[in-house]
């Protein structure tokens, strides 16, 4: 079974960034990174389709990066010009919604004013 692994999250002041890290248990190409904010449903927020095409959520566009390493089988975000909305647990997982597997613990990203 997949494992996902995801880290990096913290504590920063707005305007600040971070970077997650999502460790897979094997290869892969479709993956992503989803958002639960507090009290309100996990939405995907930016994805690899397929080998190299990069989709984002309008709300991140021009402040997240998502790449891999393909050799680690490691998904990253890179997460800039942070926002207090961006507070949340960030999650890895497939795409799309029918090759979503277990869900890991997922990593808190806390932004403060």
């Known amino acids: 079974q997949v494992r996902l692994v995801e880290s990096g999250g913290g504590v920063v002041q707005a305007g600040g960034s971070l970077r997650l890290s999502c460790k897979v248990s094997?290869?892969?190409?479709?993956m992503g990174w989803y958002r639960q904010a507090p009290g309100k449903q996990r939405d995907l927020i930016a994805s690899?389709?397929?080998?190299?095409?990069?989709n984002y959520a309008g709300s991140v566009k021009g402040r997240f990066t998502i790449s891999k390493d393909n050799a680690k089988n490691t998904l990253y975000l890179q997460m800039n010009s942070l926002k207090p909305e961006d507070t949340g647990v960030y999650y890895c997982?497939?795409?799309?919604?029918?090759?979503?597997?277990?869900w890991g613990q997922g990593t808190q990203v806390t932004v403060s004013s």
């Open positions: 997982n497939f795409i799309p919604s029918g090759a979503i597997v277990n």
């Open positions: 094997r290869s892969f190409f479709s």
């Open positions: 690899f389709v397929g080998r190299d095409t990069t």
